[in-house]
C-alpha cells in the first residue's frame, strides 16, 4: 500500500517546476501517511498546513481539520519562483535566481542566490542538494549545468559547500547515501553521497562518487522520487520504478 501511495503523489506531483505538467507534492518532513512528493513540485505539506506555490505567491492553507481545508495566509514571491520543498519546519523556493528560504509563517528567513538557471533543491541532513540548468524548459538559454551543495543547517545563513558539474540536470531525489540525479541526455545518474563535518574548523565538505553500475544512462529522465527503496523515475510521458533495496538497481516495470 506504501508504494501505491507514494507513487499516486508522484504522479499529482512530478511534472511541475521549470516545465508543464501536474501541480502537486510533499515533501521529507510532510506529516506521516502524506506521502512524499518529486523536487519538481509546486505545492507540499508540513505540519498541519499545505502550502503552494504560483508565479505570485505562496500561499498556505490550514489542514488541520482535513475535511475543512480554509486559506491561511499568502505572502508575495520573487517572479521567477520554480519549486517548492519543505525541511524541518521551513520552505525551500526554488528560483531562477536562487533558493528562497521561509518559515510555517511565511516570513523570508534567508536566500542563496546564484548564476541564473533552473533551480530545484531536496534537502537531508541540513545539506541542500540544488541542481542548476540551462535550457527551454526554464525559459533561459544561458545559465550553469552544475549540482550546488549548501550548508542550510542554520536556514537563516545557507553557506556554500561546493559544486560539481554535470550535463544538464533537472530533478533529483535523495535517500541516505543515494543521490539520484535526472541528468539530460546523460539519463538517470546515481551517485554515492559523502558528506564530511569539522567541528575544528567549522566546515563540511560533500563528495559524490558516480555509480556507474546502477545509473541508467538510456533513461529519459526529468523527475525522480526515492523513498524507502524504491525509486519512481517520470520523463513527463511516462513512469518507471526501481528497486534499489541491493545494487545496481532492479527495475520493477512501467506504469502506464
Known amino acids: 500500500m506504501k508504494y501505491f501511495i507514494l507513487t499516486m503523489t508522484f504522479l499529482a506531483a512530478i511534472m511541475i517546476g521549470c516545465g508543464s505538467g501536474l501541480t502537486s507534492g510533499t515533501s521529507d518532513s510532510a506529516s506521516a501517511g502524506t506521502g512524499k512528493g518529486g523536487s519538481m513540485a509546486r505545492f507540499t505539506i508540513s505540519g498541519d498546513k499545505l502550502y ?15 475535511d475543512r481545508p480554509s486559506p491561511d495566509i499568502s505572502q508575495p514571491v520573487p517572479f521567477d519562483v520554480e519549486t517548492l520543498y519543505a525541511y524541518d519546519k521551513y520552505l525551500y523556493v526554488g528560483a531562477e535566481s536562487g533558493v528562497y528560504i521561509y518559515n510555517q509563517e511565511l516570513d523570508k528567513v534567508g536566500e542563496f542566490t546564484h548564476t541564473k538557471s533552473c533551480d530545484p533543491v531536496v534537502i537531508q541532513n541540513g545539506i541542500a542538494f540544488v541542481t542548476l540548468s540551462s535550457g527551454s524548459r526554464c525559459r533561459l538559454t544561458s545559465g550553469e549545468n552544475t549540482i550546488q551543495f549548501l550548508d542550510v543547517r542554520d536556514p537563516l545563513q545557507p553557506k556554500f559547500i561546493g559544486k560539481k558539474n554535470m550535463v544538464h540536470p533537472t530533478g533529483l531525489g535523495i535517500d541516505g547515501k543515494n543521490l539520484f540525479v535526472c541528468d539530460g541526455v546523460g539519463g538517470l545518474k546515481l551517485f554515492d553521497v559523502n558528506v564530511t563535518q569539522s567541528n575544528e574548523t567549522n566546515t563540511t565538505s560533500v563528495v559524490l562518487t558516480y555509480n556507474r553500475a546502477s545509473s541508467q544512462p538510456d533513461i529519459d529522465c526529468y523527475d525522480v522520487i526515492a523513498h524507502k527503496d524504491l525509486l519512481v523515475v517520470s520523463n513527463g510521458e511516462d513512469v518507471k520504478q526501481f528497486d534499489y533495496s541491493h545494487l545496481p538497481m532492479a527495475p520493477l516495470g512501467d506504469i502506464k
Open 52 to 66: 503552494t506555490l504560483n508565479d505570485r505567491y505562496i500561499n498556505a492553507f490550514d489542514i488541520s481539520v482535513p
